[in-house]
């Protein structure tokens, strides 16, 4: 139990353009998901998190306006890197839980922008 | 603020026991979970101590000390797939704040 499915795995787009990326909870209802950024051979690092029906709470330093966050529903959360940057490629990872239960990863996106 | 450190790096043999060491320094604290990560893959959570002791889960097991602000990770028994990177974290606030990692090579 408890799988969260994070879409699409891989993604390689130009530079200017937006890309959007998919957290589902598929076997739970995740009151909040977590979004990260993770660098190579670096820690994850905690971008902002998402409660069901707010406003996601962005880390310090994380400019909300470039990285858009919507948590709609139970299960879905999406991610919005806006006019995306060769500087913003980077491995994302969402997390997603259920009141105060540990948290479940997905597979992460690999962005790369051109 | 806070912070968590670990090796950044670890070299051990098949069949070996290591053990990864984490101190952290946190605001708050409500437990220190540890979590594997393989080369371009999701981390998946190991193990998790929310009071002062060991947890055992198979060949893996955690250790915490909070007067120590301490904890460590004791594999067993070493694979060759045991070959990941491993990362104490600290749930502070609902948020899980990562250390650095450690890199744990496996040798034959």
């Known amino acids: 139990g408890a799988v969260v499915s994070q879409h699409p795995s891989w993604v390689i787009c130009k530079s200017g353009t937006s890309v959007k990326i998919e957290c589902r909870s598929l076997?739970?209802?995740?009151?909040?998901m977590f979004w990260y950024r993770q660098f190579p051979k670096q820690s994850l690092m905690l971008m902002a998190t998402s409660n069901e029906g707010s406003k996601a709470t962005y880390e310090q330093g994380v400019e909300k306006d470039k990285f858009l966050i919507n948590h709609a529903s139970l299960t879905l959360s999406t991610l919005t890197v806006t006019s995306a940057h060769p500087e913003d490629s980077s491995f994302y990872i969402c997390?997603?839980?259920?009141?105060?239960?540990?948290?479940?990863f997905g597979d992460g996106t690999r962005l790369s922008i051109l | 603020g806070q912070s968590l450190e670990q090796p950044s790096e670890v070299t051990a043999v098949e069949g070996a026991i290591v053990q990864i060491n984490c101190t952290y320094q946190t605001s708050g604290f409500y437990g220190l979970s540890w979590y594997q990560q393989h080369d371009g893959g999701a981390p998946t959570f190991l193990s998790y101590?929310?009071?002062?002791g060991l947890e055992e889960t198979g060949r893996f097991s955690s250790f915490l000390s909070r007067s120590d602000s301490y904890g460590y990770l004791l594999l067993q028994e070493l694979q060759m797939k045991d070959s990941a990177s491993y990362f104490c974290a600290v749930t502070q606030g609902g948020k899980l704040i990562f250390g650095q990692g450690t890199e744990l090579s496996v040798k034959p």
């Open positions: 997390s997603a839980r259920n009141s105060n239960q540990p948290q479940h």
């Open positions: 101590n929310a009071l002062d």
């Open positions: 076997d739970f209802q995740a009151t909040t």
